[in-house]
């Protein structure tokens, strides 16, 4: 079963705008990442937020926590074409530290 | 530096065919994975090698097998293929050795199984 759920499945905006993801989940986490997936490829790691965390910056990403709702945001600034992709939230839970469990993604779609 | 490079990228087998996909990483990582991605599903832990010698089950290991080679080689191998088995299956690697918590992953590229 997956620990993360994105929402919404799919956003897309103009180039220029602010994109909001959220992700929850639903048992005690040690910390949550990000990743993102071009078409056709790989993930790739963006961000990580440990439980003790609130709020990480990195570049035009911001993402926050709330352990209490246990729900996590991913928010692109200024947006891109070449952010248009998609976008996984990822956690470890507290009794399997070894695995990280996936959420499905959100799709997103940056227009020029 | 090539990072986590895996084979085939693409493959069609028959039902009842097997196959191994090879992997190989080149960042001295300890632990291993082998996921697979289905439209909707988002990424299913096979199995994982959290060090070299060992490998556990994940969220899906029926059907398959794995080979933790050595420590850059991490195999897996589809004795019977099925159409069930049709998916998208990356292969990936982390530093940790005793937990994950924290360490990041990095990705292959993806193998793109059909099983007609």
């Known amino acids: 079963s997956q620990q993360g759920e994105e929402d919404p499945q799919a956003l897309s905006i103009q180039e220029g705008e602010n994109a909001t993801m959220n992700c929850s989940y639903k048992t005690s986490i040690n910390n949550l990442q990000w990743y993102r997936q071009n078409s056709g490829r790989g993930l790739v790691h963006l961000i990580l937020?440990?439980?003790?965390?609130r709020e990480k910056h990195s570049g035009r990403l911001r993402v926050t926590l709330d352990t209490s709702k246990k729900s996590s945001s991913l928010l692109i600034t200024a947006s891109r074409a070449a952010d248009t992709a998609s976008y996984f939230c990822?956690?470890?839970?507290?009794?399997?530290?070894?695995?990280?469990?996936f959420g499905s993604g959100t799709q997103l779609t940056v227009l020029p | 530096n090539a990072g986590v490079t895996q084979t085939p990228k693409f493959q069609v087998l028959k039902t009842g065919q097997s196959m191994t996909l090879q992997c190989a990483q080149d960042m001295n990582h300890n632990s291993m994975y082998w996921y697979r991605q289905d439209p909707g599903m988002g990424l299913r832990l096979i199995y994982y090698?959290?060090?070299?010698?060992?490998?556990d089950k994940g969220e899906v290991p029926n059907g398959y097998n794995v080979s933790r080679l050595n420590k850059r080689e991490f195999s897996l191998r589809l004795e019977s293929a099925a159409p069930s088995q049709t998916s998208v299956y990356f292969c990936a690697s982390s530093y940790s050795r005793v937990g994950g918590s924290g360490n990041t992953i990095y990705f292959g590229e993806g193998s793109w199984l059909t099983v007609v």
């Open positions: 937020i440990r439980s003790n965390e």
């Open positions: 090698s959290a060090s070299e010698g060992t490998t």
């Open positions: 990822a956690t470890d839970s507290l009794s399997s530290a070894r695995q990280l469990t």
